[in-house]
């Protein structure tokens, strides 16, 4: 008997009854396919049978596979059919293996003065796991920023991100912010910091050995940078974003490095809607010292007209250089400091590598209130402003 295999035509869409699958008219190869997806660089593409997506199954059977392919592999997973992984495959990437496609220059714009994929944003072996803790080496941009107050007491109350050997982005809040006490100075930053009461700081595997950090670093300030546009008492606080020129040139280490900025067209442009981003910190801001370990938490980018309809009620305008993430109950920024790191994952193909996607700017009081996401300076508006402003 003739197996009958009915097609129904709906928006110009093909459905197979029988099995469930979708067929998209013009689509490449015409494989059979499982709906739409967005792979984990926010690129639209079709879940199919990881078989079927050359490019990323070579990727899988190659020998030896790295950390970083392994981490987008998983990622971009939508789903099972029938036992068989499916995965999440660019047009590009079902007619190409990796010994015959040639790597594509990513769109990016520098001036020199700052690292690119493959300098920064790198991922290390082994350490990406789920949960609250963080690994002793993940993240190594992140920076603690030092203030010096009556007396000479030093402390810590907001973060940063390092993006060279010489500059450290935070909020501009944690600059010039009018919640800032008077006798305050933003004196320094602290890199390479785990756990803030031991120094140098060890964790212990799960075979039992111990793995320890040189000491941090702690490097002084030269000159603080906000926003020449931030304004400290606008309720909104746009433009809140700043930069930190330090002393002198840090070398980097495992435990110190940069993290990359969204150069690229795409980068600049994307609103991470639908997109899960790390937030991660000491959970220290002008007001609350939270955590003496580094966490981090997984958050879910917002679309802005949603999120302003949450920001209504407090009659806060949200303009397009910021964007909001979260609103989960008992998460979000509390697991990060003011002025620190919204962490994107990008590939190129040719790396795939750790951004900065936003910097926590605010949220609601207290954090990590159901339905109230936290926002964040998009990192991508403020690019052209970084590169005009850094210096060698």
Known sequence: MTKLVIFVIFAGLFVNLATGQFYFP???????????????????????HLEDCKYLYGILTSTPLRDEDKLYLSRSQCGYFKGKVLICCPDRYRDSTPANMQPIKPNITSNGLLPLPGQCGNLLSNRIYGGVKTKIDEFPWMALVEYTKAAGNKGHHCGG???STRYVVTASHCVNGKSLPADWRLTGVRLGEWDTLTNPDCEVDVRGMKDCAPPHMDVPVERTIPHPAYDPNSKNQVNDIALLRLDRQVEYTDFIRPICLPLNTNLRSATFDGISMDVAGWGKTEELSASNLKLKTTVEGLKLDDCQSVYNRQ????????????????????????????????TNKVNTYYFLAGVVSFGPTPCGLA????????????VDWIQNTIEA
């Open 161 to 163: 991100s390092l993006i």
């Open 315 to 346: 009659n806060i305008l949200l303009e397009s250089s910021q964007m909001c993430a979260g609103g989960k109950e008992g998460i979000d920024s509390c697991r990060g400091d003011s002025g620190g790191p919204l962490i994107g994952l990008d």
């Open 26 to 48: 013009n689509e490449a190869a015409q494989v059979p396919n499982y709906g739409r997806c967005v792979t984990p660089n926010r690129e639209r593409a079709l879940c199919i």
């Open 371 to 382: 339905g109230w996401p936290g926002v964040y300076t998009m990192v991508g508006k403020y």
